[in-house]
């Protein structure tokens, strides 16, 4: 089913604002969904549809614990061997804010380039 984009969730505004804080972060709309870009890298993709919320990261060191989740699973068209992942939620009360946080954190770093991603892991951004 394609994309049908539906008024944001409050979590898919809440890290957006968090992931466009990082340094040199800016949002696309590839295929229509927002995406989070580092230097025109992709880090994050979220949105709302009218199948609820989906979050898609690069996770190199907790894909296999965040497929362990039955809302998660390895993003299709090979991707998810390189270790990007996508969850689906179907009521925001089933979004577990805090960790899709850590994961897009992960994914910003694992995407930017070493200076950035080292001030991020830092906590100095």
């Known amino acids: 089913m394609s994309f049908q984009p539906a008024d944001p969730w ?53 894909a296999a614990a965040a497929t362990s989740q039955p809302w998660a699973k390895p993003t299709g068209y090979g991707l998810g061997r390189s270790g990007w992942i996508s969850a689906r939620f179907e009521a925001p009360s089933a979004v577990p804010e805090e960790l899709l946080r850590d994961w897009m954190r992960e994914s910003y770093c694992a995407v930017a380039p070493k200076a950035l991603a080292k001030r991020l892991a830092a906590g100095e951004l």
């Open 10 to 62: 409050p979590i898919e505004l809440a890290l957006r604002e968090l992931g466009l804080h990082w340094p040199e972060t800016h949002e696309d709309f590839p295929w229509g969904e927002r995406a989070l870009k580092v230097r025109g890298k992709m880090f994050c993709l979220l949105g709302t549809s009218d199948q609820g919320f989906f979050f898609t990261v690069k996770l190199p060191q907790s």
